[in-house]
Nanobody, 124 residues
Framework: QVQLVESGGGSVQAGGSLRLSCVTS????????MVWFRQAPGKEREFVGG????????DYADSVKGRFAVSRDNAKNTIYLQMNSLTPEDTANYYC?????????????????WGQGTQVIVSS
């Protein structure tokens, strides 16, 4: 059984930064492509960014390129989402997910395991 637990969400003013963490147990993250999705109220879940198994490849949604960065620490079985220059449009629940496809599919159905999410609220 694979479990993913996100943390690091919270409330921040526009222009601020947050770093989300996702700790995985039951399977080492080095075996998976690890990604972040988000879902705002009334909207579909959308791909944010991800990192491939060997950490060589990263991919991001156009809306976050240059502001967000995904990284991984395989020794800690943890991935991170560094979010800078946050805007109110970034307000959402953020989810990490793991899958066996290469980096990075933007389809949520391609990922086998999901965390419970962590909420990010950005105020103007």
């Amino acid at each position: 059984q694979v479990q993913l637990v996100e943390s690091g969400g919270g409330s921040v003013q526009a222009g601020g930064s947050l770093r989300l963490s996702c700790v995985t147990s039951g399977r080492t993250i080095s075996e998976n492509t690890m990604v972040w999705f988000r879902q705002a109220p009334g909207k579909e879940r959308e791909f944010v960014g991800g990192i491939g198994r060997k950490s060589v490849i990263t991919d991001y949604a156009d809306s976050v390129k240059g502001r967000f960065a995904v990284s991984r620490d395989n020794a800690k079985n943890t991935i991170y989402l560094q979010m800078n220059s946050l805007t109110p449009e970034d307000t959402a629940n953020y989810y990490c997910a793991a899958g066996t496809y290469g980096c990075c599919s933007t389809r949520s159905g391609d990922y086998d395991f999901w965390g419970q999410g962590t909420q990010v609220i950005v105020s103007s």
